[in-house]
């Protein structure tokens, strides 16, 4: 099969920019030139101080200080890095279509056919096309009609190679995969992907399929594990009303090989860029090929998740003598999971503003979040102008400023250092009774009912 020498990705993101890195430093022999028309990203990714990489994820740091400069390199040229590439990966953003047609549901594949029509006018040769991004059911064949008419006569071979890294483990998962999957009508296209992996991932490991059940096994592989999350936080109200506890319920149900012991934790919700997106993209999909009831099936996902955080945030509210008001709210995460600075869909953002619109203030610390990132979250929901959300919203550097005079502390993260605080200064610290509602099941309870706080977890 075809050996490739150089590989270009377009969309520096969190898939393009991890995802890359690897391939980078298991193949020094392939070149690699990931390309992204935000400048800002791009030059970021070339910043000399890799604290300042636009992504973070531990291990990525050290990753690229090997490869960038050697095989691996961040260009702003996309036509350049398309017209040398003999594979292409399309990795830019997919997110929920937010006008017309579909509007909340479906995914806008606007930045996909901005590519695609990219690489048609460029592309001198023939190139094999890779969708890293995940796309609807069927996106390929959309692409390869846009290919074959607008381009210039060279040959395009499209493969579905969707990825499956969860952000904070990204590296790790890259390196040591679950499985690689890899769609594709073209077995010399297929085998030339299936080469590049092998270097680093045994075979067994490589799976191939044709296009559409690539494409459709990732929006699939989202939904269950969403799914598993939502009937566990589903589990953890009825735990609260009966004395059961959420964690012994998920160990016991765990323990069953045919259940699995993994994906069970109960949370204030799920966040991240993906679960919610790709699971509303099902569901459009399936209305449009009229198939209510799986659409329907899918969709209680996405409602059991929303009614877990405000079922969060009404415990909240109903705890501290049914107002907020004026009260200051201490927020320990912000990001939508730990060991990432991604806050897109956390949970933390609806369960603000809740609580804001009972007029509470809150005061966030996050250890990778910035402030800017955080008014951002807020400003987007158009809830409250961007002034208002300044006024009520402090981001602070440490969890203590955060907790100082606060009449409740919420974990929204799960971020380890939170742990290993000094519970007992917070406490001094703060207005009584001192209250922590604990969205993630982080702390120690019998630790924190020792020093006098009034403790809520979920599903306990
Ligand atoms: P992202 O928003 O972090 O990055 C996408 C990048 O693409 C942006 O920097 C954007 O500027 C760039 N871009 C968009 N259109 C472009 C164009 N025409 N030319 C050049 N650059 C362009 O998104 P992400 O989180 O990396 O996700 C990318 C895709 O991967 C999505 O389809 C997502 O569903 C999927 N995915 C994401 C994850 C995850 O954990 N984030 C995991 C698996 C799959
Ligand atoms: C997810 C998929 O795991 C990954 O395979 C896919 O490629 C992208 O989407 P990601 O969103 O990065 O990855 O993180 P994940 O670890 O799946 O967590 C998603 C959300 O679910 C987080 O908010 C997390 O806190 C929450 N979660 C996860 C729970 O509340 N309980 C759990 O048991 C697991």
Redesign the pocket.
Known sequence: SKTIKKICCIGAGYVGGPTMSVVAKQCPHIEITIVDMNAERIAAWNDENLENLPVYEPGLQEIVAEARGRNLFFSTDINKAIDEADMIFISVNTPTKNYGKGKGMAADLKYIELCARQIASVAKDDKILVEKSTLPVRTAAALKSILDNTGNGVNFHILSNP??????TAIQDLINPDRVLIGGENEEAIAALVNIYAHWVDQSKILTTNLWSSELSKLT??AF??Q??SS?NSISALCEKTGANVDEVSKAIGMDTRIGA??????V???????QKDILNLVYIARSYGLTEVAEYWDQVILMNDYQKQRFADNIIQTLYNTVSGKKIAFLGWA??KDTNDTRE??AIYVADYLLNEQAEITVYDPKVSAERIYADLDYLNTRSSEENRLLVKVVNTPYEACDDAHAVAILT?WDEFKSYDWKKIKDQMKKPAFVFDGRKLLNRKQLEDLDFKYYAIGE
């Open positions: 990825e499956f890294l969860a952000e904070g592989a989202n594990l969403a598993r999350v566990i993994k994906f069970l934790k109960a949370s919700g799920f966040g991240g860029s993906c679960f939508f999971k956390s949970a799960e």
